[in-house]
């Protein structure tokens, strides 16, 4: 059982158009993570959230944690070839890191 | 360049043959971790070592062992390899000065097929 559920598993759209991706869990994390993995490589740390309600901003990527820390989502706004891989996000325990299933996103030009 | 390095990139292994996965750091951290991912499955955490001379469980230790030899080196290995530990495994090095402040780097995997 996974402690962490991402929806969707698969994403197709266009290039220029907006996504959400969601990461959903019933247990309360001191932390949460999310990574962005290309093809044969290993995930790679996009930002880290630690406070309820907290929202971050990297370029035209905006991360929110859940007021109660048990969820977070990640918003693209027009999004660009250069953003299609493997989205996942992960939440700390003390010194663990448990990550959700994946979000697979493909941006089409 | 400084990271993480993983070693060997591919094998494969026939069922009851045994390995060990080497992974290395340069970044002086002292969190250490081993991950194994499969389709679906997202990556699920085998073993951590949050600093030198100390190693825990994680969610699927099971078939494994660990050695923490060094602050840069942990490796991962299996004494009895099963089809059922085909997978892509990660190694990851982890800073964490304090709460807010996370760095992670992943290795680049081990692609591991047991026939």
């Known amino acids: 059982t996974q402690l962490l559920e991402q929806s969707p598993q698969f994403l197709s759209i266009q290039e220029g158009e907006n996504l959400t991706v969601y990461c959903n869990s019933s247990?309360?994390?001191?932390?949460l993570q999310w990574y962005r993995q290309e093809p044969g490589e290993g995930p790679v740390l996009l930002v880290t959230v630690v406070t309820g309600g907290e929202v971050k901003k990297l370029k035209r990527l905006t991360f929110q944690f859940g007021d109660a820390r048990k969820d977070s989502s990640l918003h693209i706004t027009a999004a660009q070839p250069g953003d299609t891989g493997l989205y996942l996000c992960?939440?700390?325990?003390?010194?663990?890191?448990?990550f959700g299933t994946g979000t697979s996103l493909t941006v089409i030009p | 360049n400084a990271g993480v390095t993983q070693t060997p990139k591919f094998q494969v292994l026939k069922t009851g043959q045994s390995m060990t996965l080497q992974c290395a750091q340069d970044m002086n951290h002292n969190s250490m971790y081993w991950y194994r991912q499969d389709p679906g499955m997202g990556l699920r955490l085998i073993y951590y070592s949050a600093s030198e001379g100390t190693t825990d469980k994680g969610e699927v230790p099971n078939g494994y062992n660990v050695s923490r030899l060094n602050k840069r080196e942990f490796s991962l290995r299996l004494e009895s390899a099963a089809p059922s530990q085909t997978s892509v495994y990660f190694c990851?090095?982890?800073?964490?000065?304090?709460?807010?402040?996370?760095?992670?780097?992943f290795g680049q995997g081990t692609r591991l097929t047991v026939v």
């Open positions: 992960a939440g700390g325990r003390g010194n663990q890191f448990y």
């Open positions: 247990s309360v994390f001191s932390s």
């Open positions: 990851a090095s982890v800073f964490r000065p304090d709460r807010r402040d996370t760095e992670a780097f």
